[in-house]
């Protein structure tokens, strides 16, 4: 190969380099013009107070889940708040979101002004892992019940009033692990042993 032919052909390669590479800027581009125009019909569903309702309600339900340790309140609360998330979700992209999700962090702030408030979260919902939050606060819940189990168990008087509380953690690390498989954890994934380790410290 002479060198002309190989200037040419490293020309070439630059030239097809930065036509895949701006064809990629365009797909991308393409898609979030696509995303928008699906957030701006899905927002037409909702009026604005009814959005920074949405962004109240994921917070207050942030919030609860990160602190319960009540697994019923957690349950409950965390099919709403998966629900809330998926809507906000679509309607993020949408020309009004921003205006609405700042609205509605200052209704936030306002009626639990003691409580830090990420907006980040919300302006940036579409990256938010989903998994790995739900793996953390139901972690803190499980352990949140069973520290206060024990606790309790420390004050009670009688060998049968404290096998009876100990029965009462292993019922709920069970009622646990079912809530987990029933949200398709098996007991091969690392996150269902670790809730499952629980009853090993009763």
Known sequence: MNRVTKLFSKF?????????????????????????????KYAKQFTDNQIQGFS?????SKHILQNTKNLNTYKSRWIFFE????????LHGSYNYEDNIKIGVQEYK???PDRMVQKSFLTDIDNFDESAFFEKSFYKCVNH???????????????????NRLLKIND????CLVFLHN????????????IEEFRETI
């Open 12 to 40: 070439s390669k630059k030239i097809d380099d930065f036509l895949e590479k701006k064809t990629q800027e365009l797909d991308e581009e393409k898609k979030q013009i696509d995303k928008e125009k699906l957030a701006q």
């Open 56 to 60: 109240v309600q994921i917070l207050e």
């Open 83 to 90: 629900e809330k998330v998926q809507k906000m979700s679509l």
């Open 110 to 112: 306002d009626l639990y």
């Open 145 to 163: 019940f069973i520290e206060s189990e024990k606790t309790a168990i420390e004050k009670l008087k009688t060998p049968r009033a404290k096998e």
């Open 172 to 175: 709920f690390v069970v009622d």
């Open 183 to 194: 949200r398709g954890y098996s007991k091969d994934d690392l996150f269902y042993a670790k």
